[in-house]
T-cell receptor, first 116, second 114 residues
Framework: SAVISQKPSRDICQRGTSLTIQCQVD?????MFWYRQQPGQSLTLIATANQGSEATYESGFVIDKFPISRPNLTFSTLTVSNMSPEDSSIYLCSVVTGVFSTDTQYFGPGTRLTVL | GDSVTQMEGPVTLSEEAFLTINCTYT??????LFWYVQYPGEGLQLLLKATKADDKGSNKGFEATYRKETTSFHLEKGSVQVSDSAVYFC?????????????FGIGTKLQVIP
Protein backbone atom coordinates (compact mmCIF):
# COMPACT_ATOMS: atom_id res chain seq x y z
CA SER A 1 0.00 0.00 0.00
CA ALA A 2 0.96 3.66 -0.14
CA VAL A 3 0.02 6.72 1.85
CA ILE A 4 0.30 9.98 -0.03
CA SER A 5 0.32 13.48 1.42
CA GLN A 6 0.07 16.72 -0.52
CA LYS A 7 0.88 20.30 0.40
CA PRO A 8 -0.84 22.67 0.36
CA SER A 9 -4.31 21.18 0.71
CA ARG A 10 -5.81 24.31 -0.80
CA ASP A 11 -4.77 27.77 -1.92
CA ILE A 12 -6.18 30.91 -3.43
CA CYS A 13 -3.79 32.63 -5.82
CA GLN A 14 -3.67 35.71 -7.98
CA ARG A 15 -3.58 35.61 -11.73
CA GLY A 16 -0.04 35.54 -13.14
CA THR A 17 1.59 33.95 -10.10
CA SER A 18 2.89 30.40 -9.69
CA LEU A 19 2.18 27.71 -7.11
CA THR A 20 4.25 24.64 -6.30
CA ILE A 21 2.45 21.57 -5.00
CA GLN A 22 4.35 18.91 -3.09
CA CYS A 23 3.64 15.20 -3.05
CA GLN A 24 5.20 12.89 -0.47
CA VAL A 25 4.79 9.10 -0.46
CA ASP A 26 5.53 6.86 2.52
CA UNK A 27 7.36 4.29 0.40
CA UNK A 28 9.54 4.20 -2.68
CA UNK A 29 7.53 3.95 -5.87
CA UNK A 30 8.49 3.84 -9.51
CA UNK A 31 5.31 5.15 -11.09
CA MET A 32 4.07 8.58 -10.01
CA PHE A 33 1.52 10.72 -11.81
CA TRP A 34 -0.08 14.14 -11.61
CA TYR A 35 -3.76 14.61 -12.46
CA ARG A 36 -6.10 17.54 -12.77
CA GLN A 37 -9.76 17.41 -11.83
CA GLN A 38 -11.66 20.40 -13.10
CA PRO A 39 -15.08 21.25 -11.65
CA GLY A 40 -17.70 18.78 -12.85
CA GLN A 41 -15.22 16.81 -14.92
CA SER A 42 -13.30 13.59 -14.61
CA LEU A 43 -9.63 13.21 -13.81
CA THR A 44 -7.20 14.16 -16.56
CA LEU A 45 -3.61 12.98 -16.55
CA ILE A 46 -1.14 15.87 -16.76
CA ALA A 47 2.13 13.95 -16.73
CA THR A 48 4.15 11.02 -15.46
CA ALA A 49 6.86 12.12 -13.04
CA ASN A 50 10.06 10.24 -13.83
CA GLN A 51 12.78 9.95 -11.23
CA GLY A 52 16.05 11.37 -12.51
CA SER A 53 14.72 12.50 -15.86
CA GLU A 54 12.22 14.88 -17.42
CA ALA A 55 8.54 14.23 -16.88
CA THR A 56 6.43 12.76 -19.68
CA TYR A 57 3.57 15.10 -20.53
CA GLU A 58 0.20 14.20 -22.01
CA SER A 59 -1.28 15.94 -24.97
CA GLY A 60 -2.34 19.45 -24.10
CA PHE A 61 0.10 19.89 -21.22
CA VAL A 62 3.57 21.44 -21.54
CA ILE A 63 6.60 21.67 -19.30
CA ASP A 64 6.69 25.47 -19.32
CA LYS A 65 3.23 25.61 -17.79
CA PHE A 66 3.49 22.58 -15.48
CA PRO A 67 7.13 21.96 -14.57
CA ILE A 68 7.59 18.80 -12.52
CA SER A 69 10.47 17.65 -10.36
CA ARG A 70 11.08 14.12 -9.10
CA PRO A 71 14.33 14.13 -7.12
CA ASN A 72 13.80 10.69 -5.57
CA LEU A 73 11.36 7.78 -5.40
CA THR A 74 9.22 9.23 -2.61
CA PHE A 75 8.78 12.89 -3.57
CA SER A 76 7.63 15.07 -6.44
CA THR A 77 6.51 18.63 -7.06
CA LEU A 78 4.18 20.11 -9.64
CA THR A 79 4.31 23.82 -10.36
CA VAL A 80 1.39 25.61 -11.96
CA SER A 81 2.99 28.60 -13.67
CA ASN A 82 1.61 31.96 -14.74
CA MET A 83 -1.81 31.00 -13.45
CA SER A 84 -5.13 32.06 -14.89
CA PRO A 85 -8.66 31.40 -13.58
CA GLU A 86 -8.86 28.43 -15.99
CA ASP A 87 -6.24 26.69 -13.84
CA SER A 88 -8.67 26.53 -10.92
CA SER A 89 -8.88 22.80 -10.26
CA ILE A 90 -8.04 20.04 -7.88
CA TYR A 91 -4.55 18.67 -8.53
CA LEU A 92 -3.94 15.07 -7.52
CA CYS A 93 -0.76 13.11 -7.05
CA SER A 94 -0.99 9.38 -7.70
CA VAL A 95 1.30 6.36 -7.47
CA VAL A 96 1.11 2.71 -8.45
CA THR A 97 2.52 -0.07 -6.30
CA GLY A 98 2.71 -3.80 -6.71
CA VAL A 99 3.27 -6.05 -9.69
CA PHE A 100 1.05 -7.16 -12.53
CA SER A 101 -2.43 -8.37 -11.44
CA THR A 102 -1.81 -7.13 -7.91
CA ASP A 103 -0.84 -3.58 -8.78
CA THR A 104 -2.96 -0.82 -7.27
CA GLN A 105 -3.22 2.88 -7.96
CA TYR A 106 -3.30 5.24 -4.97
CA PHE A 107 -4.18 8.91 -4.87
CA GLY A 108 -3.29 11.79 -2.63
CA PRO A 109 -6.01 13.94 -1.03
CA GLY A 110 -5.58 16.62 -3.66
CA THR A 111 -4.72 20.32 -3.70
CA ARG A 112 -7.68 22.58 -4.36
CA LEU A 113 -6.49 25.63 -6.28
CA THR A 114 -8.54 28.74 -6.89
CA VAL A 115 -7.13 31.43 -9.16
CA LEU A 116 -8.65 34.90 -8.98
CA GLY B 1 -10.75 6.54 -27.98
CA ASP B 2 -11.72 4.91 -24.72
CA SER B 3 -14.48 6.45 -22.64
CA VAL B 4 -16.42 5.87 -19.43
CA THR B 5 -19.96 7.09 -18.88
CA GLN B 6 -21.47 7.07 -15.44
CA MET B 7 -24.70 8.46 -14.14
CA GLU B 8 -24.59 11.99 -12.94
CA GLY B 9 -25.44 12.73 -9.37
CA PRO B 10 -26.06 13.60 -6.82
CA VAL B 11 -27.83 10.45 -5.76
CA THR B 12 -29.69 10.75 -2.48
CA LEU B 13 -30.83 7.62 -0.66
CA SER B 14 -32.20 6.79 2.73
CA GLU B 15 -30.16 4.53 4.97
CA GLU B 16 -30.62 0.81 4.18
CA ALA B 17 -31.83 1.54 0.64
CA PHE B 18 -30.50 -0.37 -2.36
CA LEU B 19 -27.84 1.39 -4.41
CA THR B 20 -27.08 1.16 -8.11
CA ILE B 21 -24.67 3.49 -9.87
CA ASN B 22 -24.55 2.83 -13.58
CA CYS B 23 -21.30 2.74 -15.53
CA THR B 24 -20.83 1.89 -19.19
CA TYR B 25 -17.65 2.00 -21.19
CA THR B 26 -16.28 2.14 -24.70
CA UNK B 27 -12.98 0.40 -25.34
CA UNK B 28 -11.42 -2.15 -27.63
CA UNK B 29 -10.68 -5.60 -26.34
CA UNK B 30 -10.97 -6.44 -22.67
CA UNK B 31 -9.98 -3.55 -20.42
CA UNK B 32 -9.67 -3.81 -16.66
CA LEU B 33 -12.51 -2.04 -14.86
CA PHE B 34 -12.40 -0.23 -11.53
CA TRP B 35 -14.54 1.57 -9.02
CA TYR B 36 -12.89 4.17 -6.82
CA VAL B 37 -14.42 5.97 -3.85
CA GLN B 38 -13.49 9.43 -2.62
CA TYR B 39 -14.57 10.40 0.88
CA PRO B 40 -14.67 14.09 1.78
CA GLY B 41 -11.19 15.55 2.14
CA GLU B 42 -9.47 12.34 1.05
CA GLY B 43 -7.92 10.91 -2.09
CA LEU B 44 -9.52 8.34 -4.35
CA GLN B 45 -9.34 4.80 -2.97
CA LEU B 46 -9.72 1.63 -4.96
CA LEU B 47 -13.04 0.05 -4.01
CA LEU B 48 -13.09 -2.94 -6.33
CA LYS B 49 -11.94 -4.11 -9.71
CA ALA B 50 -12.50 -6.77 -12.37
CA THR B 51 -10.06 -7.78 -15.06
CA LYS B 52 -12.05 -10.07 -17.36
CA ALA B 53 -15.58 -10.65 -18.58
CA ASP B 54 -18.05 -12.01 -16.02
CA ASP B 55 -15.67 -11.29 -13.14
CA LYS B 56 -17.37 -9.89 -10.07
CA GLY B 57 -15.47 -7.43 -7.92
CA SER B 58 -16.60 -6.99 -4.35
CA ASN B 59 -15.55 -5.07 -1.27
CA LYS B 60 -17.25 -3.61 1.82
CA GLY B 61 -20.65 -4.88 0.63
CA PHE B 62 -20.29 -3.28 -2.80
CA GLU B 63 -20.33 -5.41 -5.94
CA ALA B 64 -19.89 -4.87 -9.66
CA THR B 65 -19.93 -7.43 -12.47
CA TYR B 66 -17.95 -7.04 -15.69
CA ARG B 67 -20.53 -7.39 -18.47
CA LYS B 68 -18.87 -7.55 -21.86
CA GLU B 69 -22.13 -7.95 -23.78
CA THR B 70 -23.53 -4.69 -22.40
CA THR B 71 -20.11 -3.01 -21.82
CA SER B 72 -21.19 -2.21 -18.29
CA PHE B 73 -19.80 -2.33 -14.76
CA HIS B 74 -22.62 -1.13 -12.54
CA LEU B 75 -21.92 -0.64 -8.85
CA GLU B 76 -24.44 -2.10 -6.38
CA LYS B 77 -24.92 -2.34 -2.64
CA GLY B 78 -27.85 -3.96 -0.93
CA SER B 79 -28.11 -1.65 2.06
CA VAL B 80 -26.30 1.67 2.18
CA GLN B 81 -25.14 3.42 5.31
CA VAL B 82 -24.55 7.08 6.09
CA SER B 83 -20.82 6.31 6.05
CA ASP B 84 -21.09 5.37 2.35
CA SER B 85 -21.67 9.03 1.47
CA ALA B 86 -18.88 9.83 -0.97
CA VAL B 87 -18.10 10.34 -4.64
CA TYR B 88 -17.76 7.16 -6.71
CA PHE B 89 -15.65 6.99 -9.88
CA CYS B 90 -15.78 4.30 -12.54
CA UNK B 91 -12.58 3.80 -14.53
CA UNK B 92 -11.01 1.55 -17.13
CA UNK B 93 -7.47 0.60 -18.08
CA UNK B 94 -6.96 -0.86 -21.56
CA UNK B 95 -5.53 -4.34 -21.83
CA UNK B 96 -2.42 -3.14 -23.61
CA UNK B 97 -2.03 0.14 -21.78
CA UNK B 98 -0.27 1.20 -18.64
CA UNK B 99 -1.69 3.41 -15.97
CA UNK B 100 -1.07 6.38 -18.22
CA UNK B 101 -4.02 5.15 -20.24
CA UNK B 102 -6.56 4.95 -17.40
CA UNK B 103 -9.84 6.71 -18.26
CA PHE B 104 -12.11 7.94 -15.47
CA GLY B 105 -15.79 8.78 -15.38
CA ILE B 106 -16.94 12.12 -14.00
CA GLY B 107 -17.86 10.72 -10.60
CA THR B 108 -21.23 10.22 -8.95
CA LYS B 109 -21.87 11.83 -5.61
CA LEU B 110 -23.84 9.68 -3.20
CA GLN B 111 -25.54 11.14 -0.17
CA VAL B 112 -27.12 8.79 2.34
CA ILE B 113 -29.50 10.32 4.83
CA PRO B 114 -30.47 8.74 8.16
Amino acid sequence: SAVISQKPSRDICQRGTSLTIQCQVDSQVTMMFWYRQQPGQSLTLIATANQGSEATYESGFVIDKFPISRPNLTFSTLTVSNMSPEDSSIYLCSVVTGVFSTDTQYFGPGTRLTVL
Amino acid sequence: GDSVTQMEGPVTLSEEAFLTINCTYTATGYPSLFWYVQYPGEGLQLLLKATKADDKGSNKGFEATYRKETTSFHLEKGSVQVSDSAVYFCALRPLSGGYQKVTFGIGTKLQVIP
